[in-house]
């Protein structure tokens, strides 16, 4: 059981170094928890296997080069970049080429019926895939990897 949502907890949202999710920023930890989970209770409806992993959420700005990349819906509010951490990367456990080219379709779908916020969509194929919301602090949405 998660202490986020009934699947998700706080420590799946923290850099793999160890740096949690900024607590002045829990609202956006909250909203984005909210997402995983409704992500993973329709996942349980197209799946065998249910469970999805965290693969990549929180990135302080001194994490690999998080500060060569100001924008990235990873990294914490800075002056170069007003929006909170508003992103992970998302993986079934039950990945492959396939699993994860549906996968994407269904994350697409939900953002299309607003079922959850809209924002970055990207597919890495095989692997993760990134979502975010950043429609929600006003930015417009972007999808990238479409293609199987
Ligand atoms: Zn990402």
Redesign the pocket.
Known sequence: MGDLTKNFSRHEFACHDGTPWPTEEEEALQRIAKTCQIIRDEWALLSSDPRVTV??AFRPSWYKRQDLKPT???AERSELKDTPPC???LQPVDITCASSAAFYSMIRRLMDEGKIPKG?L?RYPGS?T???DRVFWGYRAAKWGARV
Do not use: I, L, T
Request: hydrophobic letters at 35%; charged letters at 15%.
């Open positions: 693969v990549s990235s819906q990873h992103a992970v990367d970055g990207g993760f990134h979502v975010d």
